[in-house]
C-alpha cells in the first residue's frame, strides 16, 4: 500500500512498535519517491512518548525533520488521567484511563481496517484479524477526515526547534508537543469531542445520503453489501456502538424461530463472538444472556495466549485476571439457564472456548452473525473494540458492522460495481457481491476454531491478590 501511495498516506494505530525501521524507510522512500505524497499518523500520546530512545516518538522524528511540511503526527492523550494521578501513574501503567485505539491504514483509496498495532509481533505470531478495501474513495476520505477530526484535540509531534504555538505545548528534551486550541485546556477536550464525534458523523450521514445514484433497475439494496462505521467514545458521551448491538440483538430476536430446544436449533440464528481480551462490558453480557433465540459462540484467549503472558510485576496477573472474569461470566451463563449443550454438529447455548497455537498470542476481535448454524454469516462487525468494559467506557475505538446480502442473487459485473467492491482479506471473487464475503468470513472463524479447545478456565486457581486487583481496576483490562 505505501509503495503504492501517490497523494496521501493515512495511518491510526496506538503505537508504532519500536523495531519498526522498516516501515519507517518505507515511508521515507515513498515521500522521496512521490512529491506530492503527504503522511499523516494519529497514535496515543502516552504510548508513544514512553521514556527513552526507542519510543516511537523518537523513531518518527526523522521523518518529521526531513519532510515538515508533509509529515504530520498527531497524539492523542486521555484527558482522564489528570492532576495528581498524571504525576504519580507509571508511564507503564498510565494506558488504564484510556487511550487512542482505532487502528486504519490507508493510502490514496486503499484501506485496511483491522484490530492489530505496527509492532512485529502482530505480523509474525500474533492472531488478529485484517480487512482491506481497494478502490473505495468514498470508505478512504472517511476514515481520512476521522482522523483529522481527532487531530484537532490531539497534541501535534515536532521536533524540539519547534516554535511552541500556545500556552499549553510543551518541550520534551527531543521534541516538542505542540497543542493546537489555546482557547481548551487538554484536560478539558471533553464538550470539544464530543461535538466534534457527533458533527462528523452528521457530515458524514448527509455525504452518504447525496451521494446516493438510483439502482439498477435488477439491483435492490438487498443485493449489496452495506457498510456502517460506529465510533465508541465512553468517556466522551459517544456510545454508536452499544447502541448499534442493542438494535442488533432486537432486530435478529424478533425474526428468530422461539426457543424450544434442539427441534429447531437448525433454524435459529448462531453469533460468534471473539476478543482476546475477553471481559463483556455488562450491557454486552446482558444481551448474550437474555437473548434465548440467538445461540452465540465466543473465543477467548488461553492464559498463555494472552499477550501479557509471562510479563513481570502486576502485568504478569493480567491473564489470571482475565480468568477470573471468564469464571464470573460463566457462572452468569449457568444462572441464566443458557449452558451450551452439544447434540452432534449442532449446539445451542452460550458456549466459550479458548484459543491456543503454540508460540502465539491472540489479539483477534469482531462478531459474526450467521441466519443459521449451515448458513456462512450475513454479518460481520469488525475493527479495533474488544467489546469490553474498557473499548465502552475509557477507549477511543472506530469499528464497522458490514451487512452482507441473505438473499444470494447471481449479479451482472455492472451491477457488482454499485457494491462495495474489491474487499481483499476476506477477499471478492467473481460470484456475487456477498456470496464470496460470506464464505470467507465463514472461513475465516472456522480457521479461528480450528486452534480452539474447550475453556478451562473453571479449574484454574486465581490467587486472592488477582481477584482484589480486578475488582479494584476490572474496568481498566
Known sequence: MIQRAKSRIFIS??????????????????????????????????????????????LLLPLLEKFPSRVSVSLFRSPSLRGVLAKVVPPRFNEGWGTWHAKIYGADDEVMISGANLN?????????????????????????SFLRTVSTFSFQLSPATHVRSSKYSYRHEDYTLDWPDASTH???????????????????????????????????????????PII????????????????????VASHSTPESG?????????????????????????L????????????????????????SGISGRIPEGYTYLEQGFMKAVKSAGRTWTQ???????????????????????????????????????????NLNSRSSQLDTELSFIMALPSKLVRTSPEERNTAVASVSAPQ????????????????????????TGEWQGGARAVRWGTKALVHLVGGML
Open 288 to 311: 448474550v444472556l437474555s437473548s434465548r433465540d440467538i445461540d452465540c459462540r465466543i473465543i477467548c484467549a488461553s492464559p498463555k495466549a494472552n499477550g501479557f503472558y509471562g510479563s
Open 343 to 385: 447434540k452432534g454438529n449442532y449446539g445451542h447455548g452460550v458456549q466459550l472456548k479458548e484459543w491456543y497455537k503454540d508460540g502465539w498470542t491472540y489479539h483477534a476481535k469482531g462478531i459474526w452473525l450467521s441466519p443459521t448454524p449451515d448458513a456462512p454469516p450475513v454479518l460481520t462487525l469488525f475493527g479495533s473494540t
Open 120 to 144: 512485529d509481533s502482530y505480523f509474525t505470531d500474533r492472531q488478529d484479524r485484517y480487512i482491506h478495501f481497494d478502490g473505495e474513495p468514498q470508505l478512504a476520505d472517511y476514515c481520512f
Open 428 to 451: 471478492v471473487g467473481e460470484q456475487t457481491p456477498g456470496l464470496d464475503l460470506r464464505q470467507e468470513l465463514h472461513k475465516e472463524i472456522s480457521r479461528l476454531h480450528q486452534f
Open 262 to 286: 434442539f427441534d429447531d436449533v437448525r433454524q435459529r440464528p448462531l453469533m460468534d463472538l471473539t476478543s482476546g481480551y475477553f471481559g463483556l462490558n455488562k450491557r454486552y453480557q446482558d
Open 186 to 228: 487538554p484536560h478539558e477536550i471533553q464538550s470539544k469531542a464530543a461535538d466534534s464525534f457527533t458533527s462528523f458523523q452528521a457530515h458524514q450521514k448527509e455525504l452518504s445520503i447525496s451521494r446516493r445514484t438510483p439502482s439498477h433497475p435488477s439491483s435492490s439494496s438487498e443485493e449489496k453489501v452495506l457498510l456502517f
Open 13 to 58: 494505530s496506538l503505537y508504532i512498535g519500536s523495531g519498526e525501521s522498516q516501515l519507517i524507510g518505507a515511508l521515507e522512500e515513498a515521500l522521496t519517491r512521490s512529491p506530492d505524497l503527504k503522511v499523516f499518523l494519529q497514535l496515543d500520546l502516552n504510548r508513544s512518548t514512553r521514556p527513552g530512545k526507542l519510543s516511537t516518538a523518537h
Open 232 to 251: 465508541q467514545a465512553g468517556q466522551f458521551g459517544i456510545r454508536e456502538e452499544e447502541s448499534s448491538l442493542d438494535l442488533l440483538f432486537r432486530h
